[in-house]
């Protein structure tokens, strides 16, 4: 296309040539514009326009150029002369010009210009006239009876005989008359797509009248086209109904009901209805079946049954599950259709009399257990316990060498050689061969004592621990790589002396009394008139203690020293019953705090009042076990505690509504614990019950994870979703990790000193991460830098060289004071090892914490102010607290710990890790006796429970729970117990005796652990497999029988203190002749109801009697109901530990064995 510019220049020659070869033209140019004959037009306008022009020829010639045709002043062309089409104009007025330029050239060459015009033309267009909407009926029709409320449906057509296209939205079918709307439901109908004209649109629709007339009515109504809110066209006939009152009504169709009926018991039922009236049936609207015969009767546990809507003409069917009644005989069972509060309508189903009555008594139920196998010689062969994975089942061998195979439901083989001369026996290990090439080695005497206990390793020496015996054959020293030599002094009645820790005295064959008793780290102990420890003195003056008693023995005071001037005294006072009625804790320079218990009539305890004042009431039931908790404020903290067939807690209600529910699997392991809306966790095991899974099934806790075992049961990894929590673990032949790798961490490899002491962790690459120091004892001083500094009875005095500890007399921390003594927290334990009140200098706060069962449930924080908030704790099956939440149910704090304890959130000095307080200032978990690290998972001092109490599991003297984190924990820092194998949790470490790792048995099912009953510590269990074979003798059987039946159990009670009993405390020694198999019962004269005989103190020589001493055998035939615990207690354990043989108890509860506490 040419431009404009190159058009012009175009036009221009040519006019030029025009003028040049013209001839006879006139002397000026001229142009022309003609318009259409018509001026006025209807819009779209089309129309034409003429252009032309003339020159002249001449001197005085002139040519046109720049020619210009304008619409309203914008060019529409360019052209000189021609037709210009000009299409489609809308409405409007338009002007047109044809413009140019008339150019001369003079005789000199220059030029000169002049404009031209010619118009204006101008052209009207007006609008088009408006399309007409019209419209007519056609086809009409209805369905449906006149009723009202009932929906009637209309088909009317409506036919386009206008000249407009009907639009979707902008056209309505509607009411002639607006007022019909008072009387019918009816909403205007819009087409759903265009409608041209001649066509049609059918509309389909439903109305319903609204009136209601009880006599009938005729009413109207007319319908007509509308373009938005504008009516066009015919309407449409007007509609004629009479409208009538609709009616419920009802028909019986057929029922399906038992004749017959098991009182209680539910059972379903069918009923089936026709709809004949003129109502849908319908729930919303209060339709139901209801009971009748007598009218409106509960007596199937409901009287109303309820179904889907049942439209008109069709059938109903009513299902439900209804509850025979409580009391057998005949009861009617009959219906009929109600709408409540309206009316009863139609017929009565068929009545059905039925029979209601007692049910046979239910069969047995099935056996579950553990089933035992023996051989012809009596002994254990194996045994096969039922569990949620089917069969567990273990089994033993008798070898030659006097050698016992076992193997444990997870097919783990352990061999254990014992010490036996003329006869087979099993009570005393020499060799034990476990997996994973773990061989633990038992030097004994002839006699059987134990003088070294030695483990085997694959990558160098032994680990060795001697044991050195004096010539009464009393331990007097012990000799340990980690803690040297640690000497004991005794007189000639067996009492403690002194003793002294971290020894370079390595002889074993000497006591080497002098040089101990010499030492500078000797701990002295003296004693009152009647063999009672009165006072312990340390060389350091820490932990110096005094011991006063009431006059018949009980502790009275007992004192503490701590350095810097600060003392810790208990004082005690105890009731007539001699329980214990309260507990005084003084500490220089601070307020005493006195905590007071009350019990029932039974003697169980039935609450406290905390120094604060405010009192904690437990409701104990008949067993002493807590109904509820409430408190003297007026709260309840815990209601509706519900408990299974073991004792343990299935379920309560804290305070703020949360619904507590835990669930047990076949080996009463826990399966599911939940909190509702708070956490839900479920827990799967092995077969050796180790928890092998840990699920969130509510998703919000982030606690999934899978666990792994080796042959030994140390945990091997942990696998999760969650980050950070990835983790696997490797260990030594002595039980010491050797790896710790966290996934997206540096993995932690452990190196230890030639005394068995972790002194570096190092990276993979060598580089040292974490350097660690002792002292002589073993304890922890140095780690990266911090430091820690132990007294000589290696209690942890000061930490980072600026915050100290105080502690009471039972090793239990009281007092917490940071160097510039503002910072201090002060801590109260019950007797028991509770913390039970702790303050906050820093917060000026108190917190009181409540259990249930030792489980925390709640804390009771309070300001200075005495404003009081409560917290209630939700825990793991560990007592590891993982929610917090408020008085109103709202969780306001989760918690998480990796596999050995490390936490996030827990704030410091609060209860975290196995329900123990975490300290920051230490960086470790406070477990009262010790403080665990739980970033290497070790403990700073080693146990002081020692080895030979459980050579295999204990020989480690710092690994934690057994390097079974998730199975185990340690209740005190002692000795390593179980949530999930002990009824409370505890593991024996009740008073002055701990014992050694509970465990579960071979079969994986719940070993059994003391409890707290009545306030008072159980030291025993009743009898088990796992016991000593002499407990279960059936003959021996036949004898204690015997000896109960000769102490008067059934007779009269009478009340503690009161005269009258003719009950008597019978048994006697337990002894097995050299040469026989079979044990017997050396019976002693009867004792008081409350003491056995006098000569049970004096034990049968085994060179006199010829015989072996396996144990003491009493009975205790008093009741709880005159105020006697009926199972073994404290003052039992010390006989035993005195006599150094097992008991074994008979009561109305059963038997009872109480192991001998030894190393204490």
């Known amino acids: 296309m040419e ?122 267009v007006n609008n088009p006239p408006e399309p007409i909407d019209a419209a007519a009926p056609g086809t009409i029709s209805s369905v449906g009876p006149p009723v009202t409320g009932r929906p009637m449906t209309m088909s009317i057509q409506m036919i386009n005989t206008g000249e407009t296209t009907w639009r979707a939205g902008s056209y309505f079918l509607d009411f002639v008359n607006g007022g019909d709307s008072y009387v019918w439901d009816f909403t ?51 509609f004629s109904v009479y409208i009538i009152n609709p009616i419920n009504a009802s028909q019986f169709d057929s029922q399906e009901v038992p004749t017959t009926m098991e009182v209680g018991k539910s059972y379903p039922v069918t009923i089936r209805m026709r709809n004949t009236g003129d109502y849908v049936w319908s729930a919303s609207q209060a339709y139901s079946l209801g009971a009748q015969n007598p009218h409106d009767n509960t007596v199937w546990g409901t009287h109303r049954i309820q179904t889907a809507d049942v439209p008109l003409g069709a059938i109903g069917e009513f299902k439900a599950t209804v509850v025979a009644p409580a009391q057998p005989g005949v009861y009617n069972f009959q219906w009929r259709m109600v709408r409540d509060g309206v009316e009863w309508f139609g017929v009565l189903t068929p009545n059905v009399a039925i029979t209601v009555s007692e049910p046979p008594p239910p069969p047995p139920p099935p056996l579950r257990g553990t089933t035992y196998t023996y051989d012809a010689l009596g002994r254990l062969t194996g045994t096969s316990a039922d569990s949620e994975q089917g069969p567990l089942v273990t089994a033993q061998i008798y070898l030659a060498g006097n050698r016992v195979q076992r193997s444990d439901a997870r097919n783990n083989v352990t061999t254990t050689t014992y010490q036996a001369y003329s006869d087979p026996a099993t009570d005393r290990e020499t060799l034990i061969e476990e997996p994973e090439s773990r061989i633990t080695r038992i030097d004994r005497t002839p006699y059987g004592v134990i003088t070294r206990i030695a483990r085997d390793s694959r990558n160098g020496a032994p680990l060795q621990r001697h044991y050195v015996y004096d010539a009464h054959y009393r331990l007097c020293k012990s000799i340990e790589p980690e803690t040297g030599a640690t000497a004991v002094g005794l007189d000639a009645a067996g009492r403690i002396l002194w003793t002294a820790s971290g020894l370079a005295l390595p002889s074993t064959s000497s006591c080497d009394q002098q040089a101990a008793a010499g030492s500078p780290r000797a701990i002295t102990r003296s004693y009152d008139a009647n063999g009672r420890l009165s006072a312990i003195v340390s060389p350091d003056g820490l932990g110096n203690q005094n011991i006063a008693y009431t006059p018949d023995g009980l502790i009275n005071t007992i004192s503490s020293s701590n350095g810097r001037g600060i003392s810790a005294v208990s004082t005690f006072t105890y009731n007539s019953r001699r329980s214990l009625a309260s507990e005084t804790s003084s500490i220089s320079n601070e307020s005493d705090w006195t905590m007071s218990y009350t019990y029932d009539a039974n003697g169980s305890l039935a609450g406290y009042t905390l120094p604060s004042g405010l009192h904690i009431d437990h409701h104990p039931d008949a067993l002493g076990r807590s109904r509820a908790i409430t408190d003297s404020a007026g709260r309840t903290l815990v209601s509706g505690v519900k408990r299974g067939a073991t004792g343990t807690v299935a379920e309560f209600i ?44 509510d998703g919000q806790s982030g606690l999934n994870r899978q666990m792994s075992y080796d042959g030994v049961d140390r945990i091997l990894n942990v696998v999760s979703p969650e980050a950070g929590v990835n983790q696997s673990f490797s260990y030594d032949d002595f039980d010491n990790l050797t790896r710790l790798a966290t996934a997206g961490a540096t993995p932690f490899n452990y190196y230890y000193d030639a005394s068995n002491r972790l002194t570096n962790i190092r990276t993979d690459e060598g580089a040292t991460i974490i350097g660690l120091a002792y002292d002589a004892q073993g304890n922890m001083i140095n780690k990266n830098g911090r430091t820690f500094t132990f007294d000589a009875n290696n209690r942890l005095i000061a930490s980072a060289g600026s915050t100290t500890y105080a502690y009471d007399a039972a090793g239990r921390r009281v007092q917490r004071r940071a160097a510039d003594g503002q910072d201090t927290n002060r801590y109260f334990y019950t007797r028991s090892g509770k913390l039970a009140v702790q303050f906050e200098s820093k917060a000026l706060r108190h917190t009181s914490h409540v259990y249930l069962d030792g489980i925390a449930v709640a804390a009771i924080e309070t300001a200075q102010d005495g404003t009081a908030s409560i917290k209630y704790v939700h825990n793991d099956i560990l007592g590891s607290p993982i929610a917090y939440s408020s008085a109103q149910g709202t969780v306001i704090q989760r918690l998480q710990y990796t596999t ?261």
């Open 3 to 124: 431009t404009p510019m190159r058009a012009h220049a175009l036009l221009r020659f040519l006019l030029l040539l025009t003028v040049l070869t013209a001839s006879n033209a006139a002397a000026q140019a001229t142009i022309n514009l003609t318009g259409p004959a018509t001026t006025t037009y209807v819009a779209p306008a089309n129309f034409d326009l003429q252009v032309s022009y003339s020159v002249s020829s001449g001197p005085k010639a002139e040519f046109i150029e720049n020619t210009v045709i304008t619409q309203n002043g914008v060019t529409i062309s360019v052209i000189p002369q021609g037709t210009i089409p000009v299409r489609g104009l809308p409405p409007g007025r338009y002007e047109y010009m044809y413009r140019a330029i008339a150019t001369r050239i003079l005789p000199d060459g220059d030029m000169t210009h002049r404009p031209m015009s010619s118009g204006p033309v101008v052209i009207t």
């Open 188 to 238: 205007p109908q819009g087409i759903s797509h265009d409608v041209a004209p001649g066509q049609s649109y059918t509309f389909q629709f439903n109305i319903t009248a609204k009136i209601f007339n009880t006599h009938g009515f005729n009413y109207y109504f007319q319908f007509q086209m509308r373009r938005n809110t504008v009516a066009f066209g015919l309407p449409t006939q007007v």
């Open 654 to 697: 804290y305070g703020n509504g949360i619904r507590h529910q835990r669930t047990l699997n076949e080996r009463l392991l826990p399966s599911q614990v939940s909190d509702a809306g708070v956490m839900r966790l479920a827990y799967a095991y092995d077969k050796g019950g180790n928890v092998s899974s840990m699920m969130d099934l």
């Open 900 to 1160: 050995f304890g490390m936490s996030t959130g827990v704030s410091d000095g609060k209860p975290g890790f196995t329900g123990h307080v975490e300290d920051a200032d230490s960086g470790t978990v406070y477990m009262q006796q010790r403080y665990y690290d739980p970033q290497i998972a070790l403990f700073l001092s080693p146990d002081p429970v020692p080895t030979f109490m459980n050579p295999v599991a204990m020989l480690n003297r710092y690994r934690y729970a057994d390097s079974n984190p998730y199975r185990y924990h340690d209740p005190d820092g002692r000795c390593t117990g179980s949530h999930l194998a002990n009824k409370d949790g505890t593991c024996m470490s009740t008073g002055e005796f701990t014992t050694m790792a509970t465990t579960v048995n071979g079969g994986g099912n719940a070993a059994r652990g003391a409890t707290q009953t009545g306030g008072r510590a159980r030291v025993g269990w009743p009898v088990g497999r796992n016991d000593p074979e002499w407990t279960r003798d059936p003959k021996l059987r036949e004898e204690t029988e015997r000896a109960w039946e000769d102490s008067r159990p059934n007779a009269p009670e009478v009340r503690s203190g009161r005269p009258g009993s003719t009950k008597r405390e019978n048994g006697g020694w337990v002894v097995l002749t050299i040469g026989e198999r079979q044990p017997w019962l050396y019976r002693l004269p009867a004792g008081s109801r409350d003491r056995m005989s006098q000569e049970s103190t004096i034990k049968p020589d085994p060179f006199l009697c010829g015989c072996t001493v396996l144990g003491f055998f009493h009975t205790h035939p008093n009741t709880r109901a005159e105020g006697y615990d009926p199972f073994g207690n404290p003052g039992d354990a010390t006989f035993m530990q005195q006599m150094g043989v097992p008991g074994l108890i008979r009561s109305h509860e059963g038997y009872e064995f109480i192991p001998v506490r030894r190393g204490e």
